[in-house]
Structure formats: C-alpha cells, structure tokens
C-alpha cells in the first residue's frame, strides 16, 4: 500500500484537475448559451433561403443553368473541414477528422483531393497526410458572417475558375449539448430540389428568374457556410462541457476513492502504533 505521502499528494493533484474540469465546463455552458441562441436563429432562414434557391435551380432548364450549378467530370475535389482551434471536447474533432480522411481515401480515392482547413486541429492533422490550400482558424476570433462571406468568396472562385470540379464540408451539426451529428454537404456545384415540380409554378418573377438566381446563389452559399461554422461552434462548447461535465465526475470519484484509500492506510498506519506501544508496555512488564 502506497504511503500516506504519496496518497496525500495524489488527493491534491486530483482535486486541482477537478477544479480545473469543473471551471471549463462553466465557461463552456456560458458560451454554448450564446452560441445555441445564435445558430438556433439563424437556421431557420438559412434552411429557406437554400430551399428557396434549390427550388428555383431545379425548374431552370440545363441549358440556362448558373455557373455555379455546373455539373462536371469530377477529377478535383476540394473539401472545407471545420474543427476547432482547442481539445478537451471529447470526439468532437476526432469524429470530422474521420469522415474528411474517408471521403479522401474511400469515396475520392482515385481523385485529386485538397483539403480548406477551418480550426486548428484540422490544419495541424491534414497538413501531414494532404495539401491544405489554406488555414482559417482565426475566423473563430470574430465569427461574423463577413468574415466567414470571404472564405465562401474564395470557394466559389475557386469552383468557377475550374479549379475544382466539387467541393464538399464536413462539419458537426448541433442538435442538443450532448448530442453533435458529423455533416457532409456539398457546397457546389449546387444540388437542385428533387420531387418538387410545382415548387415555382405560382410564382411570377421581377425581372427575370435567372437574374434573381444569380443574385440569391452567392448569398445562400455564403450563408450555408456560415451556418456550417456557426453549426460547428455551438457544437464544440456543448461536446467540451459534456466532457469536462465528465471529467469532473470521474476526477470526483477517483478523489473520493483515494480518501477511502488514505483513511485506512492512516487506520492501519495508528493501530500499527498501537500495537507496538502494547508490544513493549508487556515486554517493560515482564
């Protein structure tokens, strides 16, 4: 049995971590509030405004398509990975880490695939297999659609230049502080609504329906990237405080168990004491 020491020093290294989980998750609850308040609102219009948009595209005829609805040979693909720039949130990262390297090595194998890197955990992990064109990790220091509107600028450059046939974001969607579910959308070309025929036949359009696409497309893509990050931002606080809400747990129990543990080595540690004084009090007597 370890001595009492020993025991001591573990209790207050297991008590500090504790201390230090339990911080973490308090601040991740405060943030996760904000972050929650924020896609929670912003999703409804995101989701319109793509349905709105795919319901256009689809009653277009192919010949009159956008530059962005272009449907080509997929030889390049380009794919925009969003992670965090911290740990300590569990799977949370591991989980995107995982569907962006099997769409590159499964899915893609036999094409040419880079990688766009949103958080440092997903530059720092891709670097080293892949290409990165690029790294925005410092986008989650002002989240704002601005900031976010000229990274899908770029995106949409860099399809329309035929610099990539299809590009696609992995990301983690928020459903609840417990829950995150890995996303795979593709960004462009746009993907037209299907079994929707009637979806624009009431409509009457001012001026024309290919002026009023062209107009939507560049916004709806640039907020469905923004909803992706912002997606994965509330997401990130709620997965780092189940973590650290779990960590707290486990470092509460181990403490606990430890001071079982220093109890009855400090019991036995007196009643060894005690025999021996008994001991030589009868060896004094005889």
Do not use: W
Not at 85 to 112: H, P
Not at 131 to 150: C, I, K
Not at 212 to 217: D, H, N, S, V
């Amino acid at each position: 049995m370890a001595n009492l020491k020993e025991i001591r020093n573990r209790i207050a290294s297991v008590s500090s971590t504790m201390q230090i989980t339990s911080a973490m998750k308090m601040v991740s609850a405060a943030k996760l509030k904000k972050a929650q308040d924020a896609i929670t609102a912003m999703r409804p219009y995101a989701d319109k405004l793509t349905e709105l948009l795919q319901g256009l595209s689809a009653s277009m005829d192919s010949d009159s398509g956008s530059k962005y609805a272009d449907n080509r040979t997929v030889n390049k693909v380009l794919i925009v990975a969003i992670t965090s720039n911290r740990g300590l949130c569990g799977a949370f990262n591991t989980n995107i880490l995982k569907q962006s390297t099997n769409l590159a090595d499964t899915v893609y194998a036999d094409k040419q695939v880079d990688f766009i890197a949103v958080g440092k955990k997903a530059n720092d992990f891709l670097v080293k297999k892949y290409t990165v064109l690029s790294n925005h990790s410092s986008v989650y220091e002002d989240l704002t659609f601005d900031n976010v509107a000229e990274i899908a600028e770029g995106l949409m450059e860099q399809f329309t230049n035929g610099s990539y046939d299809k590009i696609e974001i992995v990301y983690n969607k928020f459903k609840n502080a417990a829950t995150q579910i890995v996303m795979t959308e593709q960004f462009l070309p746009i993907v037209p609504m299907v079994g929707d025929e009637n979806s624009s036949a009431d409509y009457t359009f001012e001026p024309s329906k290919m002026e009023i696409i062209e107009q939507l497309i560049p916004k709806s893509l640039k907020m469905q990237l923004y909803k992706a990050i912002r997606d994965s931002f509330a997401s990130e606080h709620g997965a780092r405080m189940t973590a650290m809400h779990k960590a707290t747990d486990n470092a509460t129990e181990l403490r606990d168990e430890l001071k079982l543990t220093y109890n009855k080595a400090r019991q036995a540690a007196i009643t060894n004491e005690i025999l021996e004084i008994v001991g030589g009090a009868e060896a004094l007597n005889n």
